[in-house]
Structures are given as structure tokens and as C-alpha cells.
């Protein structure tokens, strides 16, 4: 994928359109395609006020523009929320602007647009078709990623800032819904499946391999299943009684995780890639790596965890 400018019959002219008011458009999240649940950060609804902008982002990190009509193709209708799901999904590196044609008939007559569905790419304000065919939630991550892969390789690397979204609708419990795609997971993990849930996340992460919601759900799964039916006394009294021996270690290690001794359960971990070298060292190092993913990068003693890391690998 190049980035030439856009010369087939019917070229975007974007002077047709007319510039949106300050403060105008419509918020991501109101009516149009729909999205994920929840609202989005990186996907919005575009109408003809909020269309010049909407290309002009593209100069910030590519523009998806997905075209659609729920009259003339509902399918067309369904690709375009998939696109939004996607777009959460790579966290800013596209933003999706999703086109309802049978709402927004001017941006449709102003692109000459021949069919439904289209996606055109749009970067530094150039666009050129990139999707004409109707394509499953999984067809389109796998075409996504080859096209960032492709602009990764020409430097283009910038990322969308998170737009604002529509609060997420709260659940009788008062918690945000939960995203459909691991509701298999946290399904199985509220049955005590745990080999189960790690089957569900390690599908997202085949599907999916930047989801990093996935890749923390995985790695909390593997520490149910590790612990699951272990007797949590023995276990730190195998670990305290040999320091030097990794695997009781790391077991103790999860066990001081699962009672939210987060600190405590780095530090062991810690002590054990200062005190040991060669394999049994990368795999107590490993393993800590899996305990920060499945806390979130976010939490200041992973942060802290990763410093005393650094220090005791050099």
C-alpha cells in the first residue's frame, strides 16, 4: 500500500463539503452503524459537517472511511460496526469513520460512490479504495493488520488521541457491560474453567495478537490455572525453604498475587532472577513478565516491579 494520491473517476473533492462549525458534528456513539459496547474512543459517526475533519485527522495517523447502507445491503451495516470493534482494537494506530449513506447522501454523491460496502484509506489527506467486498469481523482484522504492517515498514507510525465517548450504559450491578468477545472467557472463569478461559484468550490473541485486554485476561487465567487446588501453605513453605528453587518460587509468587500482594509476590520473583542465571533465570524472569501482564501496565508496582527488574538483570 503507497501512499499516491487518489486518481480514479470519482476522486474524493473535499471542497464540496463544507467545513464543520466549531464545536460541531455529531458525537461518536450517536446513532449511525453503532459500535462496540460501551461507546468508542477511536470510531466515530461521520456526517457531511464532520466529514472535512474527519479527513484531516488522517494527517495526525490513517483514516478508515467505511461506507455503508442498512436499505440497500444490511450486511454493509454489520462490517462497519466490526470496523469500529476493530479500530478500538488497535488503540489510535487508524481511526474509523463509519458513513452511512442513506443518512449522509452528499458525502456519498461527493466521493461518486459506485457500491456498498467500501472502505477507503485515507492518509495525509490522500485517499485510495482499500475494502470493496463484504468482509467478517475476522476477515477484516486480518486484512487490517497486513495494511498496518505495511505502513509500519514506511515509518508511518503515529496514533489517533482517544476521542470522547458516551459513557457506557451500566448494568443492573452498576459495572460497564462486558465487552461480548470475552464473555466466553469470563464466562469460563466464573464456571472455575480455567483451562477453558485460557483456550478463549489464547483464540482472541490468535485472532487479535495487539489485544492487550486479552493478553491480561490470559495471563490472570494461567494463574487460576496454575494455583488451582494447591495447597497455598505448603507452597510457601516449600518456597521459603529453598530460595534457590524457581518453580516453588513462581507458585508462591502467584499464590501472593491471588491475595493482592502484589509487592510481595514481585519481590520473590525478583530475588529469584538475582540469585539463579541461565535457564531456571529467564524463567523466573518470564514468569514475573506474565505476573505484570496480568496486573496492567497501568498499576505503579508494576512499574516499580520493572525498575527493581532492570536492576537485578544488570
Do not use: C
Not at 276 to 296: I, K, P, S
Amino acid at each position: 500500500m503507497t501512499q499516491q494520491p487518489f486518481t480514479r473517476p470519482g476522486a474524493v473533492d473535499l471542497s464540496r463539503l463544507q467545513r464543520p462549525p466549531a464545536g460541531g458534528g455529531q458525537a461518536p456513539g450517536g446513532g449511525g452503524a453503532g459500535a462496540p459496547a460501551g461507546g468508542a474512543s477511536y470510531w466515530l459517526d461521520v456526517t457531511e459537517e464532520t466529514f472535512q475533519s474527519t479527513v484531516e485527522a488522517s494527517l495526525t495517523a490513517p483514516v478508515l472511511l467505511a461506507f455503508y447502507s442498512p436499505s440497500r445491503l444490511p450486511e454493509s451495516q454489520q462490517m462497519a460496526r466490526d470496523l469500529a470493534t476493530v479500530a478500538e482494537e488497535y488503540e489510535g494506530r487508524f481511526l474509523a469513520g463509519l458513513v452511512d449513506i442513506d443518512t449522509q447522501p452528499a458525502i456519498a454523491q461527493a466521493v461518486q460512490l459506485q457500491a456498498v460496502p467500501f472502505v477507503f484509506a485515507v492518509i495525509d489527506g490522500r485517499p485510495q479504495p482499500l475494502i470493496q467486498d463484504v468482509l467478517s469481523l475476522d476477515g477484516l482484522r486480518t486484512a487490517i493488520n497486513q495494511v498496518m504492517q505495511q505502513l509500519t515498514t514506511q515509518g508511518i507510525t503515529g496514533r489517533h488521541q482517544p476521542r470522547a465517548a458516551a459513557a457506557p450504559v451500566a448494568g443492573e450491578d452498576g459495572e460497564p457491560p462486558l465487552d461480548p468477545r470475552y464473555a466466553p472467557a469470563q464466562d469460563a472463569l466464573e464456571r472455575g474453567d480455567y483451562d477453558g478461559a485460557v483456550a478463549e484468550y489464547e483464540k482472541l490473541l490468535k485472532a487479535n495478537p495487539a489485544d492487550a485486554e486479552a493478553a491480561g485476561g490470559l495471563a490472570m487465567a494461567k494463574v487460576l490455572q496454575r494455583t488451582n487446588n494447591v495447597d497455598a501453605a505448603a507452597a510457601r513453605a516449600a518456597a521459603d525453604a529453598a530460595p534457590d528453587d524457581v518453580a516453588a518460587q513462581t507458585l508462591a509468587a502467584d499464590l501472593d498475587l491471588l491475595d493482592g500482594d502484589l509487592d510481595a509476590a514481585f519481590a520473590r520473583l525478583v530475588e529469584a532472577v538475582r540469585r539463579t542465571a541461565g535457564d531456571e533465570r529467564n524463567q523466573a524472569r518470564e514468569h514475573l513478565l506474565g505476573l505484570f501482564a496480568a496486573v496492567g501496565n497501568d498499576d505503579p508496582r508494576v512499574l516499580k516491579g520493572r525498575q527493581a527488574l532492570a536492576s537485578a538483570l544488570f
